[in-house]
């Protein structure tokens, strides 16, 4: 039997308006419950959306990224279901005719790189948060819920992919990319412990090229979870099959705890959202000159800056992805390279240990201490052989702390390496001199005695010798 | 278009109405006179006729993203039959 | 000075020159409402309190010399599915029967500006789904020409309370003909302006594509003057029209010689009684007389109006009024031990009901999978085609005229059984709603005892041409007469 997998992702994003999708109350998180509520987003009776034109205008810009084609007129529909997070019993979301279809976005898995299918982009509203009282604080067992409506309206793009991957790498590679590419767009936080970004993930299992039955999986809350969830799923269906068993159509919820994934059990078993055309909204059409003015304010998007990156910068993909990842740190980068460094050394340092620094101290980089000259001027300080990698460490961190350049640091506490030969042929002489043996084995070929003999000079120098010309002066002599 | 008792049931359902049987059954009666009028609309020719949602010339209504006051949690939940907490309480859902 | 016998134009004019003041408007209406509301049950909720406080406010600004409207101090009755801000809303319903809303709908907010008193909220069918208002969970409306015959419906509080000099005039709404249909039962006059002309935004929905607010009242000059007050855009409804604001009351010069008068052929003979059509004949003839040119006109596709509508109307109503789960307002049962589907069952099942169960149903069902095309997309084909025809129509008319009901107010309990039989006593007002087009009725003499209703349509945003026609037509016909109610 050949299995292959078959992996489809839908991804809810909120978008970060100020106001609600179709009234003015506060899109922000959290809050008392119901404390971010009106008489629209609570479903009071005569209440009446009208869409903020601010979240129309940020899914377009997320169309345009993902290549969609933006509908001429698109409209709203109601889909109907009663839940207890949804004041109307409805919620206000896009059918047939969305406001954009038909995108792509490649991702680059090293070896291979595959363009993913969008099927559309469209704009609906959130729900609202049940809290679930209870001894299990899950829906299962739960004694009552608290239904929280402050979440309730907040503008909701939809993502719909087609189901064009294949593992549970290129899910989460896809994954990774969309986030970057929304937060690019600055439209969205994206953070998947909020909820501001969800994914939902559709898996099958083709056998030997005929399709398998498809299984929804709900609740995967970061990329780790959604991989791991998918590795789980895609294992279990293959079992399952090979053990002559069938797959079920069916929706399971990812158990992060438990590694595991089992059947959602709803009471409800009737299922028709009976769409129809929201009456209370005018239709969307976005003119040409809106689309065009939007098109053109796109950004460079990280899937073409990573390119970019490696062609223009000789970077590896690796460490390219790496500083792309947030628009604001690929910039950081662009500047400190446009200095004159070794753009290679500069995004090594950027990617290294000003990450690190940045990670411990929680700090962003649009925050960060050391500024693009000071990051560029630790990389000159280092190609002239003023002060070695290894101090460079302790440069940086300081820098870091303190917001003094690397050259005022390096002044002040005298670390500047010396890299003069008559100096250090002094030195080398006198180490020889003190230490006849290791000399001899050095003569003898033996290299254990260089890194004594190195060792012994920088002792003398408390580190400050410049390590390769130093070995160069031990290597002329003793050889 | 006479309804069966199985689709009153299953649209009394999905419209979460608890209908006794005496009331599904006069429903499934009455409804069956209603529909048999309204299933008039397929006897007319609409080859070509574009299906109309809004009578209304309008289109692109916006409201620009601006934040005003909410109502306060007295109006919020004032009228709920349950409320705690500043939430509305309701029995479990599984 | 009979107040309650003014019309809302001359107590307006009263209370500005001094000759009474805002108290002595409302108690005069006050005192009738508690004459005679045993009988008509016009009201569900009177603000006795609440307007005598008000008119008293509007007095004192008054006597310092303030503005508080150009209709200061005059009463009106309002459509209990108006959101009131701190006054109990029902909507004829047990589901609201203690639902106090947080807002003003936008129309209560604009007779308030004008000066306005409101005596009460208005029974009504519940949700608005009736033609009869025996469908409240408050009780029946009695038509102050009859109490043994229905004021139409859904709006018949409105009508019956402005019928019965229990307000100058109200507030209504009208989805399939619920103002036009009571106020042609009541000999009051009723329009529905052209949709998206007056804000939706506080009106309980009932069918969100059809529903409008509308003016209920004695004359059309008063009918005017209360439009003028309602209509114009407002942001909170993304249906309303950004129109300019028409002084339609300035506007009525009676001056409609050459207009032409179109009269629709499906909906002025068959299925119509022979009563109604001998008033509306001589009322058409009034017309003529005039100096209109009258015609014939065909719309075939009117024959197929009613059936578009009861898929339409119930297929909204089902989605619109799924709100009401004893959540976040209204009623709730609650029982030990129950989950939240049996909490939503027998809440839902007690709190509505049966003709708003019976809609509901069939809007679930003309929406479902597998009969959506054949009932909710070619209704909303039928609709197109309705459209087109009254487009035709008005390149060639001016007005078209029918009668409003196809008989005068029918006796209680006759029809409620029936729904298709009460469904068609809307036949002639359907249309208008599926169009979105301007029509008025107004009373045109009586059949058997009862007012006759003839219906005016215009043409988009044709308001002011519509009443125009209607004012003119109403000094023609000279109708001034009361119904018997309370008088001796």
């Known amino acids: ?189 994206c953070k998947m412990e909020e909820g501001s970004l969800r994914c939902d993930a559709n898996i099958s299992v083709a056998v030997d090229g005929s399709m398998g039955t498809k299984v929804e999986i709900k609740n995967m809350n970061s990329f780790r979870a959604m991989h791991r969830a998918l590795t789980y799923e895609e294992q ?148 002239g052989g003023v002060i070695s990698g290894k101090m460079a460490k302790d440069v940086l961190k300081e820098a870091f702390e303190t917001g003094n350049s690397p050259r005022l640091i390096v002044e002040e506490k005298g670390l500047t390496q010396i890299a003069d030969e008559s100096e250090l042929d002094t030195l080398v002489d006198e180490v020889i001199e003190e230490n006849p043996g290791a000399a001899d084995d050095m003569r003898d070929g033996k290299e254990q005695a260089l890194k004594f003999l190195m060792g012994q000079v920088m002792k003398k120098t408390r580190g400050k010798a410049n390590p390769k010309a130093a070995s160069d002066i031990i290597r002329k002599r003793l050889t | 278009m006479a309804i069966s008792m199985e689709e009153v ?42 299906p109309t949602s809004h009578v209304v010339p309008l289109v692109n209504v916006f409201r620009e993203d601006v934040v005003r006051p909410s109502i306060t949690p007295f109006e919020a939940t004032g009228n709920a039959s349950w409320a705690e907490e500043g939430a509305f309480r309701v029995p479990r859902i599984l | 000075m009979d107040i309650i016998n003014l019309d809302a134009l001359a107590i307006a004019e009263s209370i500005r020159e001094g000759e009474i003041s805002a108290v002595d408007a409302t108690t005069a209406f006050l005192e009738r409402i508690r004459e005679v509301e045993a009988i008509v049950n016009a009201y569900i909720n009177v603000s006795y309190e609440e307007a005598a406080r008000r008119a008293e406010m509007i007095d004192a600004m008054l006597a310092e010399g303030r503005d508080p409207g150009p209709l200061a101090g005059v009463p009106i009755a309002v459509k209990d599915l108006l959101s009131t801000r701190g006054f109990t809303t029902t909507c004829g319903s047990r589901m609201l029967e203690n639902f106090v809303p947080v807002y003003d709908a936008t129309v209560v907010g604009r007779v308030g500006e004008a000066g306005m008193v409101m005596l009460g909220k208005a029974n009504m069918d519940e949700f608005a789904m009736g033609s009869s208002t025996e469908t409240s969970y408050f009780g029946p409306t009695r038509n102050p020409w009859n109490p043994d015959t229905v004021p139409g419906g859904s709006s018949g509080g409105s009508a019956a309370a402005v019928s019965a000099g229990e307000a100058p005039w109200a507030l209504g709404s009208d989805t399939g003909g619920s103002i036009r249909q009571p106020a042609a039962m009541c000999g009051i006059v009723g329009m529905k302006p052209t949709y998206g002309l007056v804000s939706r935004y506080g009106l309980v929905a009932f069918a969100s594509s059809l529903d409008q607010v509308g003016p209920m009242a004695r004359n059309v000059g008063d009918c005017a003057a209360l439009l003028g007050v309602i209509a114009g855009h407002d942001p909170m409804d993304s249906t309303s029209i950004p129109a300019e604001k028409v002084d339609y009351q300035g506007r009525l010069d009676g001056e409609v010689r050459g207009l032409k008068v179109g009269v629709v052929k499906e909906i002025s003979s068959r299925g119509i009684d022979e009563g109604v059509l001998e008033r509306f004949r001589a009322a058409v003839s009034k017309l003529e007389g005039l100096g209109m040119e009258v015609g014939e006109i065909s719309l075939p596709s009117f024959e197929y109006a009613l059936s578009a509508y009861y898929v339409i109307a119930p297929a909204e109503a089902s989605s619109n009024l799924a709100r009401f789960d004893g959540v976040r307002y209204g009623f709730r049962a609650s029982a030990e031990g129950e989950d939240i589907w049996e909490m939503y069952d027998r809440t839902r099942s007690i709190g509505f009901g049966s003709e708003v169960k019976r809609r509901i149903i069939l809007g679930t069902y003309v929406l479902s999978a597998g009969y959506y095309d054949a009932y909710y997309g070619q209704a909303r084909k039928v609709r197109t085609l309705i459209v087109k025809e009254f487009e035709r129509a008005f390149r060639t008319y001016d007005v078209l005229v029918s009668p409003t009901t196809p008989s005068v107010a029918f006796r209680l309990g006759e029809k409620v059984d029936d729904p298709l039989t009460m469904y068609l006593s809307d036949m002639c007002t359907i249309p208008v709603n599926l169009a979105g087009i301007p029509a008025i009725s107004l009373p045109c003499g009586l059949s058997e005892g009862m007012p006759v209703g003839f219906q005016l349509m215009g043409p988009a945003l044709g308001e002011a041409t519509v009443l125009n026609v209607a004012y003119a037509l109403e000094s023609e016909l000279g109708f001034d007469q009361r119904p018997p109610i309370g008088r001796s």
């Open chain 1, 1 to 189: 039997m050949e299995f292959e997998t078959v992996i489809g992702l839908e991804i809810h994003v909120e978008l970060s308006t100020d106001s609600k999708m179709f009234c003015s109350c506060s899109a922000g998180f959290g809050g008392e419950p119901n404390t971010k509520t009106c008489p629209v987003c609570l479903g009071h009776p005569g209440s009446l959306p009208v869409p903020n034109r601010r979240a129309v205008n940020d899914t377009i810009l997320l169309a345009l990224a993902l290549n969609c084609d933006i509908t001429g007129c698109s409209i709203f529909h109601r889909k109907n279901y009663f839940y207890p997070d949804m004041p109307k019993n409805f919620q206000i979301s896009q059918y047939d005719i969305p406001i954009s279809s038909g995108g792509t976005l490649e991702i680059d898995m090293g070896e291979y790189t595959r363009t993913v299918g969008i099927t559309r982009v469209h704009l609906e509203e959130d729900t609202g948060k049940s809290v679930h009282v209870g001894e299990s604080g899950r829906i299962h067992g739960a004694e009552y819920s608290l239904e929280d409506f402050n979440r309730a309206g907040i503008p909701l793009a939809e993502i719909v992919s087609e189901p064009d991957l294949r593992t549970p790498d290129e899910a989460r590679k896809f994954m990774q990319l969309l986030h970057s590419t929304i937060r690019y767009l600055e439209i969205s936080d």
């Open chain 1, 236 to 383: 279990r269906q293959r079992r399952t099959i090979r053990d002559g068993g069938e797959v079920v159509q069916e929706t399971r919820h990812w158990d992060d705890a438990r590694g595991t994934t089992s059947p959602l059990r709803s009471k409800e078993e009737a299922f028709d959202y009976r769409y129809f055309p929201e009456p209370d909204l005018v239709p969307l059409e976005p003119d040409e000159a809106w689309v065009r003015e939007l098109r053109e304010g796109l950004p460079e998007l990280p899937g073409d800056r990573v390119r970019r990156f490696v062609s223009e910068y000789g970077l590896s993909r690796e460490i390219a992805e790496t500083l792309t990842g947030e628009r604001a740190l690929a910039d950081y980068f662009e500047d400190a390279a446009g200095k004159g460094q070794d753009p290679v050394a500069v995004a090594k340092w950027i990617a290294g240990d000003l990450g690190a620094l940045l990670n411990d101290a929680a700090v962003t980089i649009q925050s960060c201490p050391v500024g693009t000259g000071g990051l560029s001027e630790l990389v000159e300080l280092i190609d």
């Open chain 2, 9 to 50: 049931e299953h649209v009394a359902k999905l419209a979460r109405l608890a209908l006794s049987g005496e009331e599904k059954e006069a429903m499934r009666c009455q409804l069956s006179d209603v529909l048999e009028h309204a299933h008039r609309v397929s006897e007319v020719d609409t080859e070509g006729v574009l």
